[in-house]
């Protein structure tokens, strides 16, 4: 661990990015039109699913993203682990617009004004030797953004904190669904560029074991405030929910009737970049609704940094209290080798013991005239996963008979799903609803691959096949070694 550490604390601050506000200043007029536009055909459909009741309905009619470009600064650049080159900013976006929206059976309203903050990674690779140099550009936030809404209309008046809720929780979803860690919005800039060279692989498992919460129930002291004052009882039913980027969210159980509540149980959480957040929130169970008692927040870095263990400071409303969250963890990083796959230390529940990964880039062969087909794949592994890409329809520059996906899908292994009846992987070609034919690809030759990579075109009959790339990867406790960490490079 110890070279981990002395990698994470050798990072230093970011440059100025004066020359690229001035660029995105120049291309604002244009970036105002295609986000626009991309907002109206992303966002519009997902609310459909999204939002509850009439506000399902919500639909654009005029999207001005204002005069305002977005800012960066504190650019880091590095050199990837795979031929590639990362660059990682902040972002400030601070801009009166003009957003308007209607929906059945409400008034119409709108935004004025948005504020978005967040830290953005995007990813360059793979490196080429043909112009433009670049096969494709990956943009991701490495953690939940922050993002306030002012509307307009409706939502000002008395239904405002419903709908702002409603809608600006639907779109921080869509944000991270599509760009937050470990989800990143691919931009090819090379047609022909192959996917499986673009996907970067995740860093590794944190480890994190909630210990115990003290101090909240208690007088404050100095500055700080009392954090349990709006619980009327003296010993609260307290869990703690542990968030780690946009991963999904683990649950601690429920200790009954104390103030000083020991769990000491364990999760693991994939890790896409050491600078993802880790939040803790520590709540009281109520059968009405639960009490927030406080949070506490640290980053991957910082914990790895300090050794594995940290003692937090439980926040309320951003502020300071005499409440503290005791935590620990361990790191491993992802190996070639399965040999964590029936490693008794990764037996139990919350726990994983290795990482499948499944690439699709594309299906070949689809036979049937193109307006009649809207092609998809379906991946599956046993009965726990489930993933489908996006549904082609035929469009100029698509190739329907032949779509790209260029799809990932991720699946944390855990020790039942590698045991002694181990399910294949299946690959589905669908024509809509209609399954057009499969393949099944046995765990034991993914394992028997070279680096426990399995690429290869499968055939799933009448002539089709998909392309695809099918990856194990187990775990291990150790230091990384100089010669695998990115080199920081200034501009």
């Known amino acids: ?180 860690l470990p989800n990143r919005y691919l931009v090819k800039m090379d047609a022909t560029s192959d996917y499986f060279k673009t996907y970067h692989y995740p860093l590794g498992i944190i480890r994190i074991t909630v210990k115990e919460a003290w101090g909240f129930a208690e007088e404050s002291k100095g500055t700080a405030k009392k954090l349990f004052h709006k619980i009327t009882r003296a010993h609260p039913d307290c869990f703690a929910k542990v968030e780690v980027g946009a991963e999904e969210a683990w649950k601690t159980t429920t200790k009954d009737n104390t103030v000083k509540p020991a769990w000491n149980e364990t999760h693991d959480f994939v890790v896409s970049d050491f600078d993802q957040c880790i939040k803790i929130v520590v709540e009281d169970q109520d059968v009405n609704s639960n009490d927030e008692v406080g949070m506490g927040v640290t980053t991957v870095r910082e914990l790895l940094m300090a050794g594995g263990n940290q003692e937090l400071t439980l926040l309320s409303d951003g502020a300071q209290t005499d409440g503290r969250l005791s935590i620990g963890s361990q790191f491993f990083k992802f190996e070639n080798n399965g040999g964590s796959f029936s490693s008794s230390e990764h037996k139990g529940d919350g726990l994983f013991c290795g990482l499948a990964t499944v690439l699709i880039a594309s299906a070949n062969g689809i036979k049937g005239q193109r307006d009649q087909l809207t092609p998809s ?79 290869n075109t499968f055939a799933v009959g009448e002539g089709a096949s998909i392309r695809a790339s099918i990856c194990m990867r187990g775990m291990v406790s150790g230091t990384m070694k100089e010669t695998e960490l990115p080199e920081r490079k200034k501009r």
């Open 1 to 180: 661990m110890s070279s981990l550490v002395e990698k994470l604390t050798a990072e230093g601050q970011g440059e100025p990015a004066g020359w690229l506000n001035e660029l995105v200043a120049q291309l604002w007029p244009n970036i105002n039109a295609a986000g626009s536009k991309m907002i109206k055909e992303i966002v519009e459909p997902m609310f459909k699913t999204m939002l509850p009741g009439p506000l399902s309905s919500l639909h654009f009619t005029k999207i001005d993203l204002g005069y305002v470009p977005l800012r960066f600064s504190n650019v880091k650049v590095t050199k990837t682990e795979i031929d590639g080159i990362k660059l990682d900013m902040n972002v400030d976006w601070e801009s009166k617009v003009d957003v308007e929206m209607d929906a059945d059976m409400m008034p119409a309203l709108g935004v004025e004004s948005v504020e978005l903050y967040g830290r953005l990674s995007v990813l360059l690779c793979p490196l080429t030797n043909i112009i433009p140099l670049i096969g494709a550009a990956q943009v991701s936030f490495v953690n939940p953004p922050i993002l306030k809404l002012d509307f307009t209309g409706a939502a000002n008046v008395a239904d405002f904190s419903a709908i702002d809720g409603a809608v600006r929780n639907a779109i921080l979803g869509i944000i991270n669904s599509m760009l937050t």
């Open 377 to 455: 794949v379906v991946v599956t592994w046993g009965s726990k996963h489930r993933f489908q890409t996006a549904v082609k329809t035929d469009a100029p520059g698509t190739d329907i008979n032949n779509p790209s996906f260029d799809y990932c899908c991720r699946m944390p292994v855990s020790a039942d799903m590698v045991g002694s009846k181990v399910e294949p992987f299946r690959l589905t070609l669908m024509n809509g609803e209609k399954e057009m034919g499969s393949a099944d690809i046995a765990l034991t030759d993914v394992l028997n691959a070279s680096n426990g990579t399995l690429q």
